[in-house]
C-alpha cells in the first residue's frame, strides 16, 4: 500500500485550540482546496495491487460547488501488463465494468491487457494509433543536451497532447455518459496520456485547478520511473537506448512536472478560450451529457 504523510492543510481538521480560532479553522476545512489536499493522501487513492502501475482511484475530491466524487468509479492507470491473478480479483471486486486503453498498438501488443481480455463482461476499447515520439527523442541529442532541453520538449509535446488524444478522450466521455461505470482508462505510464484524460475529466467534474495539478504530479511521488526504465531495459529496445542516456536527461520525460500538464491548459485557453469549450468542441460533451456525468461520478458532500 502506497502512503504518503499528510500535508500541513491536515492539521486544519485538528480540533481548535481556542474557540476564537474555530470560525477560521472550520472555514478552512471546508474549502475545496483544503479538503483536497487531504483527499490526495487518502489511502484510498492509490490501489494495492502486486502488478499495478500507478493505479488510483479519482474519488474524494471536492468540486467548487461543494460535491465530492465518489470513490470506486473511475480508475487511472499505467500498463495492465503485469497485473496478478490476485490483481483480477481485487479489480472484479471493484467492479469494473468498461476499460479504455490509450496506448498503441504496438504496446498493446508488447503488453495485453490480460485482465481485460480475461473478463468477456468487460467493455474494452482501444484505437488503431501509432505515436510518433520524434520530437521528444531528438530532444535526448545533440552537443546541448541536458535536462532544460528535455523538460522544454516535454512542455511542447503536452501543448498537443489533448489535440492528439482527442478520439479516446471522447470515447471515454461517451462511455461516463452513458454510465457505463465503474470504469478504468490506462496508457503505458499512467502519466501522460491518462494524465491528460483524468485533468479533463476532473475539471469537467469542476475540481479546482489547483487539485487537477496536483493529482497529476502525484505520479513522481508513487511511481519510481528510474527503476521501471532499467527494469524494462532488457526486453525493449527503447527503453534500452534510454537507460544509456544520463539520467539527468531523461528524467524529465518521465516526470510528471506541473508545468507539463500547465501548459497544456494554456494551449487549450488559448485555442478555444478555457478547457471547458475544447471538451465541448473537440470531444462532443453537451450540456446534456456533462449533467449526467457530473450526477454519475460525483454526490453531494
Not at 486544519?12 to 477560521?24: D, I, K, N, T
Not at 488510483?56 to 465518489?70: E, F, I, N
Not at 476499460?99 to 498503441?104: E, G, H, L, N, S
Not at 479516446?168 to 454510465?179: D, I, N, P, T
Request: aromatic share 8%; glycine share 8%; hydrophobic share 40%.
Amino acid at each position: 500500500m502506497h502512503r504518503f504523510a499528510l500535508p500541513f492543510a491536515a492539521l486544519f481538521l485538528l480540533p481548535a485550540c481556542q474557540e476564537a480560532a474555530a470560525p477560521a479553522a472550520q472555514e478552512e476545512a471546508l474549502s475545496p482546496v483544503a479538503a483536497n489536499e487531504i483527499a490526495l493522501a487518502d489511502e484510498r487513492r492509490v490501489l494495492d495491487l502486486e502488478g499495478g502501475v500507478n493505479f488510483r482511484d479519482l474519488g474524494g475530491y471536492m468540486t467548487g460547488d461543494g460535491r465530492v466524487t465518489k470513490w470506486e468509479t473511475v480508475y487511472r492507470s499505467g500498463s495492465p501488463a503485469d497485473l496478478t491473478e490476485a490483481d483480477f480479483e481485487e479489480l472484479k471486486r471493484r467492479g469494473i465494468r468498461t476499460v479504455c486503453d490509450f496506448r498503441t498498438n504496438e504496446e498493446r501488443q508488447s503488453e495485453p491487457n490480460r485482465f481485460a481480455a480475461a473478463n468477456s463482461e468487460i467493455e474494452y476499447w482501444t484505437r488503431d494509433y501509432a505515436m510518433d515520439a520524434g520530437d521528444l527523442m531528438s530532444a535526448l541529442g545533440g552537443d546541448d543536451a541536458g535536462p532544460e532541453k528535455s523538460r522544454a520538449a516535454m512542455i511542447g509535446f503536452y501543448r498537443e497532447l489533448p489535440g492528439q488524444h482527442v478520439e479516446s478522450y471522447r470515447q471515454m466521455f461517451r462511455y461516463l455518459a452513458e454510465g457505463r461505470t465503474p470504469l478504468a482508462f490506462n496508457c503505458s505510464a499512467g502519466k501522460d496520456r491518462a494524465g491528460m484524460g483524468a485533468a479533463l475529466l476532473l475539471t469537467l467534474l469542476g475540481v479546482p485547478r489547483e487539485t487537477v495539478v496536483a493529482d497529476y504530479a502525484l505520479s513522481d511521488d508513487i511511481v519510481d520511473y528510474r527503476a521501471e526504465l532499467e527494469e524494462s531495459a532488457a526486453a525493449n529496445p527503447s527503453y534500452a537506448a534510454l537507460a544509456q542516456l544520463p539520467w539527468e536527461t531523461v528524467e524529465p520525460l518521465v516526470a510528471s512536472d506541473p508545468a507539463y500538464i500547465e501548459s497544456a491548459f494554456a494551449a487549450l485557453e488559448e485555442r478555444y478560450g478555457s478547457v471547458d469549450d475544447f471538451i465541448e468542441q473537440e470531444l462532443g460533451v453537451t450540456g446534456q451529457m456533462k449533467a449526467k456525468i457530473v450526477a454519475h461520478l460525483t454526490t453531494a458532500s
